[in-house]
């Protein structure tokens, strides 16, 4: 059984490559894309990534608004996904905050630059003490 951490992790390649698609005007199915990455059916992971395609422009609006003097656009793709993934469990998943945060720095030091690191970690901080 996949731990939490790494289903995570699989739900950050999954909107990585929704992403991916998006942009390159390529047709997918989200169940499709989701089945490729994860052998058993997982309902946390249909939730978060369902959830974050669902409310992606509320999603992009917090981040926008707590990202200071810098827009969600511009982080690379994969610490996009990781925000936008910390900010969905955050605002509509009843994860412990302190868990949401540590394990969005944690795939973040994995996957991304330290200064996407520290925006990720300052964003999610600031939603947490609103």
């Given amino acids: 059984m996949a731990t939490r951490s790494e289903l995570r992790e699989k739900v950050m390649t999954i909107l990585y490559q929704i992403e991916l698609y998006k942009k390159n005007k390529i047709d997918y199915n989200v169940d499709d894309v989701i089945r490729e990455n994860v052998e058993i059916e997982n309902e946390f992971v249909k939730e978060m990534v369902f959830g974050v395609?669902?409310?992606?422009?509320?999603?992009?609006?917090?981040?926008?608004?707590?990202?200071?003097?810098?827009?969600?656009?511009?982080?690379?793709?994969?610490?996009?996904?990781?925000?936008?993934?910390?900010?969905?469990?955050?605002?509509?998943?009843?994860?412990?905050?302190?868990?949401?945060?540590?394990?969005?720095?944690?795939?973040?030091?994995?996957?991304?630059?330290?200064?996407?690191?520290?925006?990720?970690?300052?964003v999610l901080d600031k939603i947490v003490n609103e």
Wanted: glycine share 2%.
């Fill in 53 to 122: 395609i669902t409310h992606i422009e509320e999603i992009d609006e917090i981040a926008n608004t707590n990202l200071k003097d810098w827009r969600i656009d511009r982080i690379d793709s994969m610490g996009r996904a990781i925000l936008r993934m910390g900010i969905f469990e955050l605002k509509y998943m009843d994860t412990p905050d302190l868990v949401v945060i540590n394990e969005a720095v944690e795939l973040a030091k994995k996957y991304s630059i330290d200064d996407v690191r520290k925006m990720i970690n300052a």
